[in-house]
């Protein structure tokens, strides 16, 4: 198509970032995000769903500049009134519906929301700026217990879409522990915010490249600095040789019993009364679970996890598939985080001035959906549509009937729309469609009351084969009576 | 909360014409298209999920005007480049899809789409800017085969929601016997068609009212104009009174067999060729559906159904629900329309300069949902979870397991998690929640290994009958070993 012939044509594209989802892309995700309502409906949590468009008040977070508040969120003005924008995430509108529906929604008040969430950001390979989200959040339980139930939950929600036990592992830390920690080692004063603060800083970025730098990385982050294999030089938090032990010797408190975890934490924080605090929860949550049954294989307090520091305000959890994968150069890596969450208590106050405490997890949708792709625990596609072919144009009725009737019995069935002139189409049609059969009657097999099954699978096997042989005794294309075609159908697709 | 106080909390608002869908509000609707989608799926139908995100241009329709071309959508301009813009429908990134993906997809296409679509409109009561879609349609099938197959796919799946057989029609007609009415009464020229077509608008419009009307008021406006009830005066197309007539009885030319229907047309219409195309459309529609066993009592010809004439090409439809509803002031009325559609050719062709046939059906799935709620076919809520109460903070592991044991029985329960001091507020918490059985459990009780069970579904029934009577054989509230609380629940479940 020529530029100069039409040029005011549309392209027919998705704008940058964006992208289409066809069939088994569609109906594999819808399988997963429906098992796991099913799992947080049976833990009475109730379904919510908000309006794609919020508020760019009421979303908070991005607050309008002069002209265009669209820094991260995709954003545009009401004639002269209020701007309006896509929500970024399914928690924010969750504040929103916490302080504006206060007085009629239970307390505590559990929900599971999925859907669509756009981020305005430059979008790379597999970077896409809409995607789903699927949460589950108490607003309104303080205790802790409400944290050891959004653990449980999300284990028996991974199992349920079938990642088997011992696949996944959720880790839990907890906010207060990491505060007790940056005390112990001098770089952070509970009463004095600005203390020390660009020093914590890079304590708490070097903490959160653990699993990447490792120890002696992690180390030379906390004391003098680090040069990394490019050459760049990463100023360091300044802490000496103790301390900086004190700190790597923490991340690796996750020691094979829960129990001897707490025990080591309390050593560890024992001059910090916010981390004893969260050790103490720590031992509250682990308790909770293994009256559940849940033990150390499947939740385990573990200390390196690290998650946005400056959203939670207390339990914090991480789900991670421990199989292996192969990335794309090869090299078999752990499949890695696929959910995450946690506690924090101040998104509410910012609409109604009451703090309001919430935990809640987030499933990696997209991620998850990979990881059961991976293991071959997606939901089967649903398989192509036996095709009912057109010999003769006058007798589509007859054709139609034969489709109806495969239908009613539960067989997806459809009679080929395209031009029938040239049969190949009707064939390549077929195959395009995935059809595990074609039904063919002509003129002369529907004067016999016949109808011809043409077994494409078998067909597809046969033609990827070296020999027919083993084949000779199962024939591809078989007659039958009408009356017969459920049947016929029926056997050669358990075939 | 005063504004002086804290002028700069946000409003924990909705933006106006959105809102927000709770508990079963979701899953009703989700339950609803769930049985829709099983049925399309059965038909050969493939799952489309596109973006909520279109260029403008893609969308078409709408414009860019020289500043915002947020007409009627809602759109916003990325840096210095493309305009964006909300979906306001699903036919329209249907369109792009078939363009796009062009070699890719097999010809012909079936596909469905169920999602949310924007429209940036003056929102009202009952009408809101952003709201769901559910669509069907075949794209590359230029046979009316396609056509009826949409009819027949469209009363299945009716009553797959639960809209029995004699509670609904489909009416089916075709833009082009509409065609050929205008042009045996003068007001249309194939070959010209600025010929009389300000008076063609004014018949349009009139034929569209024919539900309203009804005859004689249709007539007029077809004529000299009509005064209506307030004293205003709408200029009538200027025919004479046979001309009106045929009109008007074409209108009424749904007889009790479409056999006859179609003779009618074919009289009325003898003189159009294009008439006469669509009848003979009609006809093969008929004659498709009446093999596939869809008579007149549900699919039916009906001349009077008069759908975006701008859009429309061939065959179009309409399903209305027959049953009688009690309006606003407590009339009785039929329900109404919950779907439509028809053939529309054009739409691919902005794109690639190609012509493809399309046609398809869209249901109007919050005026579904409304009529299974008024049939009382909307899917049962989930029932309110059991709620296990806590009566003494230090054994919530306890009570934890309860809630486990039950739900591995498959019984939605959760722990109160909200403050247990005041045994009042759970109670109050488990009625909300519309919780059928409240579990307790004090120091007592579990020193002597036993549970109460609080049947709060018998409670309230109590509190609100005139005699304690006919309740006294069933106590409200047992005690049982807590080694029998999953049986005991079930069987007070089962009441």
Sequence with gaps: MSKEKAPRRPRAETPKGFRDYFGAEVTERKAMLDAIAKVYQLHGFEALETSAVETVEALGKFLPDVDRPNEGVFAWQ?????????????????????AQYRNDLPTPYRRYAMGPVWRNEKPGPGRFRQFYQCDADTVGAPSVAADAEICAMLANALEAVGIERGDYVVRVSNRKILDGLMESVGLLDLNDPSYNAAERGIAMRAIDKFDRLGESGVEKLLMDGREDASGDFTQGAGLNYLQA????????????????TISGLRSL???????????????????????????PDRIVIDPSVVRGLGYYTGPVFEAELTFEILDDKGNKRQFGSVAGGGRYDDLVKRFTGQAVPATGVSIGVDRLLAALRAKGRAEAPAPGPVVVTVMDRDRMADYFAMAADLRNAGIRAEVYLGNPKQFGNQLKYADKRASPVAVIQGTDEASRGVVVLKDLILGARIAQSATLEEWKDRPAQVEIPRSDLVAAVRQMLEG
Tied chains: 1, 2.
């Design 245 to 260: 032990l004190s700190v790597t010797t923490f991340l690796m408190q996750r020691l094979p019993t829960n129990a001897e």
């Design 269 to 295: 924080l024992a001059q910090s009364v916010r981390g004893l605090e969260g050790v103490q929860e720590l031992e509250t949550i682990a308790a909770l679970l293994d009256a559940q049954g849940f033990g």
């Design 78 to 98: 009401e004639d002269e009134k209020d701007w309006l924008a896509l929500r970024y995430d399914l928690t924010a509108p969750l504040a929103r519906v916490a």
